[in-house]
């Protein structure tokens, strides 16, 4: 499973993204999605996450009422809808796919390789 991010960009403080995860191969279809993000010099943070049917999400609490996870009828791509966005939310935003939907980067067995948003203030 390849997995490949886009829909980055430099956006203002109070602007919205939308963040695209495609996955190729038909098993990504019943795979779980997470989202997480890196900033240099500090450990992934966990932002979302979505089961393979796409009922089942959790958010991280920085992000919950401004960010939405979702995935298409076809189940690819995933998608992280971003509003509100504030300067903290900068970062490099990797999607992953594993067996099961979870806070944690070990669950997630295929990773993207990543797409920046920044925004300014």
């Known amino acids: 499973v390849q997995l490949v991010e886009s829909g980055g960009g430099v956006v203002q403080t109070g602007d919205s993204l939308r963040l695209s995860c495609a996955g190729s191969g038909s098993t990504f279809d019943g795979l779980a999605v997470g989202w997480v993000r890196q900033t240099p010099g500090k450990e992934r943070e966990f932002v979302a996450t979505i089961d393979w049917n796409g009922i089942t999400t959790y958010y991280a609490d920085s992000v919950k009422g401004r960010f939405t996870i979702s995935r298409a009828n076809a189940k690819n791509p995933v998608y992280l809808q971003m509003s509100s966005l504030k300067p903290e939310d900068t970062a490099v935003y990797y999607c992953?796919?594993?067996?099961?939907?979870?806070?944690?980067?070990?669950?997630?067995?295929?990773w993207g390789q990543g797409t920046q948003v920044t925004v300014s203030s």
């Open positions: 992953g796919a594993g067996r099961v939907g979870s806070p944690k980067s070990s669950q997630y067995n295929y």
